[in-house]
């Protein structure tokens, strides 16, 4: 006989942690202060949301402002817009952006740190669309048509592919 899948759920001890990396994220911010030119160049591929860490998704959202506006993007010029950011503050307060430009040899690895970050964050699209597919799955009631919820999930997996999971 064959065994259900068992499906991770959040609240399980043995759930399965969504795909992200901090630390590349970390690192990626720094090379973007440490050198705008390194942000210019990741803007047209990266969106806040691409960030697992919602302060990260902040804070590269500040930068890519300062940056189209020809603006210089440093801990300094960033530190009074995460003043009062309760999150930036439960990481030591705008001091946390110097700290992100603590490695310079960030810069070398930066444009495949930003690759990671969006190929994560298309993996978390993913595992969202799966989670939904599965929900709608297991939905039996009378007004079900099969059909629509393969037309939907397709749907769903193309959009994942053309906005890189937002």
């Given at each position: 006989m064959a065994q259900p899948i068992p499906f991770p759920t959040p609240e399980a001890p043995e759930g399965l942690q969504l795909p992200q990396n901090i630390e590349a994220e970390a690192a990626l911010l720094g090379a973007m202060m440490i050198d705008?030119?390194?942000a210019e160049d990741v803007l047209q591929k990266l969106r806040p949301e691409h960030f697992f860490?919602?302060?990260h998704g902040r804070i590269y959202d500040m930068i890519a402002t300062m940056v189209g506006d020809n603006r210089l993007a440093t801990?300094?010029?960033?530190r009074p817009l995460f003043v009062n950011d309760a999150a930036m503050k439960e990481l030591g307060g705008?001091?946390?952006?110097?700290?992100?430009?603590?490695?310079?040899?960030?810069?070398?690895?930066?444009r495949a740190f930003a690759d990671q970050v969006?190929?994560?964050a298309v993996l978390r699209a993913l595992v969202t669309v799966g989670r939904d597919l599965v929900d709608s799955a297991l939905d039996t009631s009378e007004d079900i048509n099969p059909a629509k919820q393969i037309?939907?999930?397709e749907l769903?997996?193309?959009e994942v592919a053309e906005t890189g999971g937002e």
């Open positions: 705008n030119r390194v860490e919602p302060l801990p300094v010029t960033l705008p001091a946390y952006l110097a700290q992100l430009t603590g490695n310079p040899a960030s810069l070398i690895g930066a969006y190929d994560l037309e939907k999930a769903k997996l193309y």
